[in-house]
T-cell receptor
Framework: EAAVTQSPRNKVAVTGGKVTLSCNQTNNHNNMYWYRQDTGHGLRLIHYSYGAGSTEKGDIPDGYKASRPSQENFSLILELATPSQTSVYFC???????????FGKGTRLTVV | AQSVTQPDARVTVSEGASLQLRCKYSYFGTPYLFWYVQYPRQGLQLLLKYYPGDPVVQGVNGFEAEFSKSNSSFHLRKASVHWSDWAVYFCASSGSWQLIFGSGTQLTVMP
């Protein structure tokens, strides 16, 4: 069964701290995505990846880094977390042309 | 640049009534188009997807959508809404390997 697993599901971080959000997929998909969801903005693309070793900037990459060490894993890194990064983050995986895309259940991040 | 616009942030319908949720896309070619649904505190689930071909696509739970190249639209429809359809609906476009979402439409179903 297709699966995208995000960890942690909930996180409280302090301003200026480092936060790493992890995503694992068992779908053998090439593409992986990180989005954040905020009221009134829908899902906004932060970073994405075409495959192991690749990362690309999405629409709102400032303040975020991404890492794709393997086909299965894609991490989102906040080196210096700020309260404006409080949001719900979703990871997704998709096949080569996104005919099949699956989402994780989301990570609720609060930066205090 | 690729973009998706959902002009209605909120839509309210009575149970049993018909539904249309609007979506406009912007892309230089013909993208792949999707509708997703998000129930409270959950991730996104695919309702239906469009690839170039028949402009009307059928999805799960009685949903369908119609693609119009001339109007750059991909509106979602349902003939009779059920209370369980209360959710947020997202239109998405895939072109250039990016998957871009609209801002979503909150559907409220009145008894």
């Amino acid at each position: 069964e297709a699966a995208v697993t995000q960890s942690p599901r909930n996180k409280v971080a302090v301003t200026g701290g480092k936060v790493t959000l992890s995503c694992n997929q068992t779908n053998n998909h090439n593409n992986m995505y990180w989005y954040r969801q905020d009221t009134g903005h829908g899902l906004r693309l932060i970073h994405y990846s075409y495959g192991a070793g690749s990362t690309e900037k999405g629409d709102i990459p400032d303040g975020y880094k991404a890492s794709r060490p393997s086909q299965e894993n894609f991490s989102l890194i906040l080196e210096l977390a700020t309260p404006s990064q409080t949001s719900v983050y979703f990871c997704a995986s998709g096949d080569y042309i996104n005919t099949e895309v699956f989402f994780g259940k989301g990570t609720r991040l609060t930066v205090v | 640049a690729q973009s998706v616009t959902q002009p209605d942030a909120r839509v309210t319908v009575s149970e049993g009534a018909s539904l249309q949720l609007r979506c406009k896309y912007s892309y230089f070619g013909t993208p792949y188009l999707f509708w997703y649904v998000q129930y409270p505190r959950q991730g996104l689930q695919l309702l239906l997807k469009y690839y170039p071909g028949d402009p009307v696509v059928q999805g799960v739970n009685g949903f369908e959508a119609e693609f119009s190249k001339s109007n750059s639209s991909f509106h979602l429809r349902k003939a009779s809404v059920h209370w369980s359809d209360w959710a947020v609906y997202f239109c998405a476009s895939s072109g250039s390997w990016q998957l871009i979402f609209g801002s979503g439409t909150q559907l409220t179903v009145m008894p």
